[in-house]
């Protein structure tokens, strides 16, 4: 059997008055990512790590920003699409690790919805799917709420 580690990371900015989206779960909260698609940081870092695994470049090389087609896209679409090209090669997902760097709003009372939305399109359980988060402990531009970021590990096997 074959296996294959894959790592991704993704940072947005916030702005007041706009959607946040994270792990494919919208969280009230006054600020939302910014990006050219939904800026789903954990959704994105998750893509990153897959397509990482196998060496197919990033999210940027298959949905790049400069293309209208993806102006406003759900992540969860684009996690789909990137499923998509894992499956062809004959690869499934054992597990996902994950964390959330922000420091405001707190997000673990979301993890089980995200846990849910990630592996229904992922065709694996919510407990292969880790989702942690933590604090900047008010240091940088995630500590001063100016954005966030997400980190992933992914490990496929064929």
Known sequence: ???????????????????????????PHHKGAVGHSDADVLLHAICDAMLGALC?????????????????????ILLKETYALIAARGYEIVNIDSTVCLEEPK?????????????SILNIGQEDVSIKATTTETMGFAGREEGLFAYASILLKK
């Open 1 to 27: 059997m074959s296996y294959r580690i894959g790592s991704g990371v993704d940072f947005h900015q916030l702005e007041e008055g706009r959607d946040l989206w994270i792990g494919g779960v919208k969280i």
């Open 56 to 76: 197919l470049g990033d999210i940027g090389k298959h949905f790049p920003n400069t293309d209208d087609r993806f102006r406003n896209i759900d992540s969860k």
């Open 107 to 119: 997000i673990m009372k979301h993890a089980p919805q995200m846990q849910e939305a990630i592996a």
